[in-house]
């Protein structure tokens, strides 16, 4: 962390950054080289003074991080002394201040030195987020971006958002609102409601409006003091203070004027200053109720343009088109001129205030660059948005090289041409450069999606995609950008915005008389809908010539999956035949063989890039299905390592809610009952967070988690047994049926609870639809009619035979049943040799207990925790 509070001693300051990653005191003990004792007493102290409730919000606080983004002022601060105790005074008792002003007035230059004041008082740190390049809809993301807040979806990312905000006491500076005054608002009102530990400060010309706010007005420099004390700070000549004070009174005090005058006094020296600004002082006041600061600030900008030469204010004019920084190469496409002429003339912006240049990138500022935009023409946003779509197409050239840099530094003004061509009012006529359909709104729309899906952004990537679409010049090229969107919205598990992306596609083809495309949509609908469980959509009945589709709409058939795999024609299309084909092989009993199809497969996946849909699509799908037919062999040690190697391999492997059911599955089998409850509440909170999207496919790991919490004794199994069926839609859902008989029966057996053990038996061993769950539900079956002592407890132990073939666990557990029924001793350790091979440690423990004089034992084994020296809430 970059800033604690003041009465957090040093050391302190060193614990609390070592908790970062949920680490244990021992390993923050061995990471500082002092005691496990020492780290406690620093753990006490800590949760006391920044007044955070457990450890684990310690850790969350020390993984937040600094306060990011804040300027490093290239110039002396000069003068607001009574201004900066005004503000600080106003933070202390207000969780919203505003610092209101007309352009140029000062106000970002006061927040950056607030913000560096007083950060160390605000123990989870903040950011300051530049509003000036951001568009209409994106204040919520550029705030996320600058606080190093993830894209967590399908969870909103106002949610993840206030999660962080909620980290502790946090800072929020946001700059520039006024150009998006109304949803700066609603941010800030959500923050300061559900976000009680964080303040925000803005600058903006004109207030928010929002409840509690606290204006405070940025009046100009005042005379006699302060502003002719910037001005001599700045410029470069001799002059007497009256010559000083004339000229800043001129400039009615305005920080940004006195700072372009300045940079003019080398040259024309004070009586020049004088002489330019009386003539030119009104030059562009023309429009009335105009403010008059404002309007003076104009008048200073426009003298200070009309003293460039024809190239100079060409190309100044021509760079306000950028929302962001710029390079060199830049500037020179935009304002089409050699990169040597487009040199020198930066230099010479930059040189009169009119440019300000950090490392080889430069900027305006807002308000000049607003003056500039004033004269852009169509042909100049033309450029803008042909260079923008050139540099979306060089980089997605280099996705497999060193890109991230060029795209976080120009990703602004790439959606910022973007938003330009999408606007009808500012986009060139026809011929301008604008053409749809391989033009450079398709190309940069296009192009943007890639850049962005492969940053992580998934949900961004589909809307850019789509917009791609709409400027596609034919169906064909529609149906690529559609498919490439619904299978970005498949990698977060959004089966409903695919399945409209796919109709979208459809429809187009129809309505053009594309036929090819128009099955090749449908065919690949057909393949969403049966592959993602959407129950309930409407499926198209023609995709002839599409194997796979075939495949899919008959899942359970081997011989259509075999063809779909043999006439698969790269590695994407024989992964997704590749599903069908272990799906299908699962269905007919052969759960081994599944499993091998599975390894493979997700072998198979890793030799694909991360940065196209569809093959990231098909590595998320394949971590989920070796989980799936791992757990459903019984190869509990196989399923723990695929969850332990998610966070590098799977690109979902942070998702809230995607990844955490995998772990909550196998902990719960292999005994690991805290660290799985503790998964089970991340999965739940994350699908809450969601807004409860559909989720069949997690119910599973929900009645799982029902099973750990039983198995623990704290009382919440009823609870998360609901829950799983919540999740579900229905007790009778084919995802959930064979997984909560499973349980339900194994919970009884836990409970010595017989009294419903007959209609227990019966459920488990019920047809079900999904085979993944069918050998647990038949051995926990089989066991608890053998200890109920049903009569037909060994035709049980028989039908669940074959079920057991296939699961190494539901073998361990026929083989404890079996001992149960002879008494047999042997059995007994041979079952817990069983258990001990999958790693199963509860119920290794409970086999154990058979044995005479080991009743009751399994107490000390139902929280067994993981060996000595693991930390395995780190591995989180």
Known sequence: MNARPMDVSAREADVLAALAGDRSNAQVARRLGISVRTVESHVSALLRKLDVPDRRALARLAGAGGFAGLPAPTTTFVGRERDLAEVRRALGSNRLVSLLGPGGVGKTRLAVAVAGAVAGDYAAGGAFVDLVPVGAGFVQAATAAALGVADRPPQPLADTLLDRLRLGRTLLVLDNCEHLVDEVSVLVARVLERAPDTTVLVTSRERLGVAGERPVLVAPLPLGSDAERLFVDRAALDATPDEVAALCAGLDGMPLAIELAAARAGSLGMAGLTAGLADRLRLLAGSRGVDQRHSSLRSVIGWSHELLDDAERTLFCRLSVFAGGFDLAAAAFVGDVPLGEAADLLGRLTDKSLLRRGGDRWHMLATVRAFAAEQLTDEVRARHL?????????????LDDQWRPTFDAVDDDLRAALAVDDNPGTAPPAGGGLAVGGGPGHRLARGLARLTFARGRFVEACGHYETAASRAADAATAY??????????????????????????????????????????????????NRYDMVGADTPTAYSGHPAARAWAHRHDVDLARAAVESAGGVVDRLCALDVLGLATAAAGRLREAYRIAEDRLALAHTLPWHEPGAVTEVVDAFHVASTTAVAVGNLPAALALARRAPADDPVAGHPYVAAPRQVRVLTLAGRLDEAARWATTMWEGWRAAGCPPAEWMSTAVAAAALAHGLRGDGQFAVWRARAVEVARSADSPSLTACAAFVDARFALHTDDFTEAAGLVARAFAPFAEPWWQPYAHAAGAELAVTAALPDAERFLAAAAQAASENDWAAATLTRARARLTRDEALVADAADQWARIDARFERARTLDLLPGRTGSVSAHDRELAPEGRDDDAER
């Open 480 to 529: 690529r950008d559609l498919r490439d969107g619904a299978d970005a919205a498949l990698v977060v598990a959004d089966g409903g915005e695919a399945y409209r992306l796919l109709r979208v596609a459809a429809a187009r083809a129809e309505a053009e008389g594309d036929e090819a495309t128009r099955l090749a949509a449908d065919g690949y609908t057909v393949v969403v809908v």
């Open 386 to 398: 042909l260079w923008a779509a050139d540099l979306a197409t060089a980089l997605v050239a280099r």
